[in-house]
């Protein structure tokens, strides 16, 4: 991974696959991306559709910029384009299904001409240079391209303070393997550790292009309760962790987020975001704080030990009892009790995908008075 990358960044306020068409072309020409490098392969397109959500909720990538990207790829002549991705939940296809029809995607495959994926297959990633994970499942229709294109969301994030290119590769590993990932990588470190690992070794077998649709983002408690933040911006670079270092500076977290802090110890990206190499506008003059997770409040103090960081709690007057947060929990610590869950805390280890994936917002992160005196 080249940590001197070229990361395109553009100002862009509306969700106009007409109007987005010529701005992802000039800005992936700006990059030296063009015809030449997709002419006759097999172009995946990787979403962020975390959840079954309406794009106004702002948890998902927008479909116009879908639409758009795919138009380009055709345009450029690639043999397929397909929309792929696993969603948070069970990878099968009557989610599949779901997640497509409110995400946006079915109009944004109808309006692009791109195919939107249907085989629910995946495959051993081998990743040999690893340096905490050796091996990975990917789904197939990722496995098999030959260009990726992380298409990805700018959010807040409860575990990592923000998601962007970086961690949205994660969502290549189907279904619920991201939870055993979680009970495999307990500690934050660990688990960014095999985040860089995945996202160094897609880079080295396939060409990959990260695209940020910023143009409406997540603030608060995201990546997906928080509340939509117009940023107005768009990111490309072939180097996820350049384009996520740009990012943190217009979301305001720079110095704060630890997977770009362990990418730069890696030699993967500058350590500072004015180490970047820039095509366009300046990520410091479109900064606009976005407001950080409760939980990811304090991330500085990572020394706090585990047992005093924000811990989950379940809002009962809102919790409907659908199970979803008991399937999420990679340490099986959640159960039913007269229809609604409850967490035993010993064996939480704060990966927060109960709150993640409660589509109800029943799971509220509760810090102690200890915490509090430090954040
Ligand atoms: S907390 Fe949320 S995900 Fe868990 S059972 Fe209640 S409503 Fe469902
Ligand atoms: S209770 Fe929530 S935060 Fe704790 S381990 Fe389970 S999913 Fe992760």
Redesign the pocket.
Known sequence: MNPNERTAVRRCREYDAAALLPLLREMAQGLGIGEEEIRGRVVAIKPNLLLAYPPEKAATTHPAVVAAAARLFSEWGAARVLIAESPGGIYNERNLDRVYTATGMKEAAEESGAELNRDLGWLDYPIPDGRVCKTVSIIRPIAEADVIVNLCKLKTHALAVMTAAAKNLFGVIPGIMKFEMHARFKKPEDFFSMVIDLDEQLSRTHTLLNLCDGIVGMEGDGPSGGTPKEAGVLLMSRNPFCLDLAASRIMGLEGRVPLLEQAAERGFCPRSPEELAIVGEDPGRLSCAFALPDAAKGKKFALIPPFLQPRPV??GR?????????K?CPRNT?V?KNG??LIRHERCIRCYC?QE????R??KIKKSFLYRLVE
């Open positions: 379940i809002d809102l919790c409907r009892g659908c199970g979803m947060c008991v999420s959640i039913m609604k869950a109960c994936l409660c589509t109800f029943a799971v």
